[in-house]
């Protein structure tokens, strides 16, 4: 994936970003710096706080390794890490947004982000509004002379539209607001938002960074004209990541490409195999040419990740539940980006415009590092009880 001859490969940076050994006495991990207070040397140095660290919330050896790995892949100006995805998503709207502003939101969202626009931003006053995720070059007829921020997430949540980010913040930026992107599905190795005129790009570094469904983290990254904003309001919430999840993360980044090379070629054998089955009506990956925007992910992506959707031929909630019953290596259980595979309901009822039609209930699949032929006979498994 490298540009250019000389830019280092992605999995040759992905395992050497971050840190320096010899500044830790040549082991190859940096420490786990466990801070809260930092002593200065005197009074006068304390007054004008002219040392690098002051204060645990202020970031560590440890977030920084972090960070800066990040800036690496998303070419951005810096990064905050948070203790959450979804704190990566709200700080960065609490970031931009003041009472009697107007923030755009994709319909396809994911849920816990409307959530909070539906409940906090709209008690602080702030005037949400969500748009077709196909919307593209028509979004400035939804522009207002109050729209501060145009919030995307390309794919969609659990639907997968992939939207047109660069025509979206072209549109944005004419109008003097700023572009935030959900990059979770992708991570900056397959899409790097800030490139496409992206402003901020929140990741839930929960998925695929970590990989193990054992840490929650997020990250959001920030261009130079918006990385000031971004910080001051994150050192003001104090909203800080615990030093272990943070190497945790850390550690997951050296494997990250690897796996989700995996990930990838798992899923894409797995949704190519599921369009010639029977009770499968739709099979929802931008990266199948079956798939209405796979044109625009094929300009914009160069690669796809481990989740996509997939609609049942006909039936309801019952066929959903049978299939999902019958699973016995996929679990039911949210979030994505683990080693194990994982299966859930897709819920629509909260959306807006995105509604679909589609031909029968939808089921979210993670495919995860198990061999695909087991994969395929569990699905097989499902799709057997959903017709019966």
């Known amino acids: 994936m490298a540009k250019d001859g000389n830019e280092m490969g992605i999995n040759t940076r992905l395992a050497h970003s971050g840190n320096n050994p010899h500044d830790y006495f040549g082991f190859v991990n940096p420490p786990v710096v466990h801070a809260s207070t930092v002593l200065f040397p005197n009074a006068a140095t304390m007054a004008a706080r002219s040392q690098k660290y002051t204060y645990g919330t202020r970031g560590t050896p440890t977030t920084d390794a972090l960070a800066s790995a990040i800036d690496g892949l998303e070419g951005s100006a810096g990064t905050i890490v948070v203790p959450s ?200 990956h931008p990266a199948l040419a079956s798939h209405p925007d796979h044109d625009l992910w094929k300009r914009d992506f160069c690669g796809s990740s481990g989740i996509f959707s997939i609609v049942l031929k006909g039936g309801g909630q019952k066929q959903q539940h049978a299939f999902l019953d019958a699973l016995r290596i996929f679990g039911l259980g949210y979030s994505w980006g683990g080693y194990e595979s994982l299966a859930v309901p897709v819920f629509l009822g909260d959306r807006v415009v995105a509604k679909g039609p589609y031909d029968g209930p939808l089921i979210r699949l993670q495919i995860g590092l198990e061999d695909v032929e087991d994969l395929k006979a569990d699905l097989a498994r499902g799709l057997t009880a959903a017709a019966g």
């Not at 995805?85 to 969202?109: C, E, K, N, Q, Y």
């Not at 006053?125 to 979004?139: K, N, Q």
């Not at 901020?200 to 998925?207: D, P």
């Not at 920030?222 to 309001?233: P, S």
Request: hydrophobic letters at 45%; aromatic letters at 8%; charged letters at 15%.
């Open 85 to 284: 995805g979804l704190a990566a998503v709200t700080v960065p709207l609490v970031a931009f947004l003041s009472a009697g502003d107007h923030v755009l939101i994709v319909d396809s969202v994911y849920h816990p982000t409307r959530n909070f626009a539906d409940t906090m931003l709209k008690r602080l006053g702030v005037e949400v509004e969500y748009y077709d995720p196909h919307v593209g070059a028509g979004i400035p007829a939804l522009i207002k002379s109050n729209t501060r921020v145009v919030f995307t997430e390309s794919p969609a949540s659990n639907t997968f539209e992939v939207q047109d980010i660069p025509a979206i913040a072209s549109a944005a930026h004419a109008a003097g607001a700023i572009v935030m992107m959900d990059n979770t599905w992708a991570t900056p190795l397959y899409f790097r938002p800030l490139d496409h005129g992206v402003d901020i790009s929140i990741h839930a570094a929960t998925k695929y960074p970590a990989g193990h469904s054992d840490v929650l983290l997020g990250t959001a990254s920030a261009n130079k004209a918006c990385w000031k904003q971004l910080r001051e309001t994150f050192y003001t919430m104090g909203c800080c990541a615990g030093p272990d999840d943070v190497y945790q993360v850390l550690r997951g980044l050296r494997t990250m490409g690897v796996r989700l090379d995996h990930h990838q070629r798992s899923a894409l054998a797995i949704a190519g195999w599921l369009e010639g089955q029977p009770g499968v009506a739709r099979v929802l």
